[in-house]
């Protein structure tokens, strides 16, 4: 089975805080993505990667930033947090050789984090 | 028109009721259908991966695609207290050499026993 881990369950931080997300998973997948959800919103990409060191933006990448030096860790950051950023964050990987895939994305347990 | 159209319910059944579970959408460009099932506090699980038009079945499960008229639905037959969760829906689309997912916003159901 597809294992994606998020290293926090519940982080909470205080608001200019940088903050930093990190997502590992173990099935060798080349993409990997970044999700907020929200109730009422559902759920809006923030951030992909589709290979080492590569990325691109999403649907809502404003304020924050990602950082994959290893295939199997993709890491999402919040320079400086906001209130507007509490949020139920996931992380989800599929395989492929390129930027298409016909797998569908497996998702971590999500961080539920908290800006005070 | 937003591109792909969930109620969001709640919906709340009693033990043992079919349920039916259904989105929309508005771009024909869409090619994979995906159902996830997401606990409380839980990332989303998927259930549910489709191609074509047509009806896919895994136990109790039925995912029913239907291209012509842009409708997907999940059916749950039998349903347990174990199937309280919300569902999302999900659709693919290739978009300039890269891939495009859009998630319904979900349906919350609670099987009460």
């Known amino acids: 089975d597809v294992k994606v881990t998020q290293s926090s369950r519940y982080l909470v931080k205080r608001t200019g805080e940088k903050v930093f997300l990190e997502c590992v998973q173990d099935m060798d997948h080349e993409n990997m993505f970044w999700y907020r959800q929200d109730p009422g919103l559902g759920l809006r990409l923030i951030y992909f990667?589709?290979?080492?060191?590569?990325?691109e933006k999403g649907d809502i990448p404003e304020g924050y930033s990602v950082s994959r030096e290893k295939k199997e860790r993709f890491s999402l950051i919040l320079e400086s947090a906001s209130t507007n950023q509490t949020s139920m964050y996931l992380c989800a990987s599929t395989p492929a050789p390129g930027q298409t895939s016909n797998q569908p994305q497996h998702f971590g347990d999500g961080t539920r984090l908290s800006i005070l | 028109q937003k591109e792909v159209e969930q109620d969001p319910g709640p919906l709340s059944v009693p033990e043992g009721a079919i349920v039916s579970l259904n989105c929309t959408y508005s771009n024909s460009a869409f090619q994979y259908f995906m159902w996830y099932r997401q606990y409380s506090r839980k990332g989303p699980e998927l259930l549910m991966y489709t191609y074509s038009s047509g009806n896919k079945e895994d136990g109790r499960f039925t995912a029913q695609v239907d291209k012509s008229s842009k409708y997907i639905s999940l059916f749950i037959r039998d349903s347990q207290p174990s199937d309280s969760a919300t569902y999302l829906c999900?659709?693919?689309?290739?978009?300039?050499?890269?891939?495009?997912?859009?998630f319904g916003k979900g349906t919350k159901l609670t099987v009460n026993p």
């Open positions: 999900a659709m693919k689309r290739t978009q300039g050499g890269s891939e495009k997912l859009v």
């Open positions: 990667s589709y290979d080492v060191k590569m990325k």
